[in-house]
């Protein structure tokens, strides 16, 4: 079946760190991947999406590419910020809905 | 832009009670869903649905009912509150989702249920 496998964290960075939160992937066939930001209170906000293999999604200074031969989509952010402290999902798409990975909480210090 | 509007954000209820999670979106959207959120669990789909009409079960159906009479509305019910459906839902829309083109989902702020 469908599953998707993130560092779960927490994860703490100082500001104008590099990030990177690891995600892989189990599906049949090449499914479109996303990544979801949540911050607190708040629903789920769709970040960056890739629909095919190769493809780089990017949006706000982070970007993820879709790697087929790893089967990953890793999120990366070359210099973070405080604002950027939130739970960020990883997701595939199924034919009826989302599969989702745990949630990485990342928290940016001062 | 309301977007998709959730109503209660909080409720408490007892074992054995029943209650009605409201869903509501104003972008004309055909594809509706329902998530649980756990700690450490991610979220998981419980019903969803692809048009006025029209629903369908997803991962973890049971316990819960779903309808779609109108376009806008999507509620959910639960028929006799048990502690495990403790969790916060979170209600989702797209314009549609099983086409080329992956819309993106768009989510509700959530409705964070606790069950004694």
């Known amino acids: 079946g469908n599953s998707v496998t993130q560092m779960e964290g927490p994860v703490t960075l100082s500001e104008e760190a590099f990030l990177t939160i690891n995600c892989t992937y189990t599906?049949?066939?090449?499914?479109?991947l996303f990544w979801y930001v949540q911050y607190p209170g708040e629903g789920l906000q769709l970040l960056l999406k890739a629909t095919k293999a190769d493809d780089k999604g990017s949006n706000k200074g982070f970007e993820a590419t879709y790697r087929k031969e790893t089967t990953s989509f890793h999120l990366e952010k070359g210099s973070v910020q405080v604002s950027d402290s939130a739970v960020y999902f990883c997701?595939?798409?199924?034919?009826?809905?989302?599969?989702f990975g745990k949630g990485t909480h990342l928290i940016i210090q001062p | 832009n309301a977007g998709v509007t959730q109503t209660p954000k909080f409720q408490v209820l007892k074992t054995g009670q029943s209650m009605t999670l409201q869903c509501a979106q104003d972008?004309?959207?055909?594809?509706m869903s329902w998530y649980r959120q756990d700690p450490g669990m991610g979220l998981r789909l419980i019903h969803y649905?692809?048009?006025?009409?029209?629903?369908d079960q997803g991962e973890v159906p049971n316990g819960y009912n779903v309808s779609r009479s109108t376009t806008e509305d999507f509620p959910l019910r639960l028929l006799s509150a048990a502690p495990s459906q403790t969790s916060v839902y979170f209600c989702?829309?797209?314009?549609?989702?099983?086409?080329?083109?992956?819309?993106?989902?768009?989510f509700g702020d959530g409705t964070r249920l606790s069950i004694l």
């Open positions: 989702a829309s797209s314009r549609r989702f099983l086409e080329k083109g992956n819309q993106p989902q768009h």
């Open positions: 997701a595939l798409k199924r034919a009826d809905g989302l599969t």
């Open positions: 972008m004309n959207h055909e594809y």
């Open positions: 599906a049949t066939g090449y499914p479109s």
């Open positions: 649905s692809v048009g006025a009409g029209i629903t």
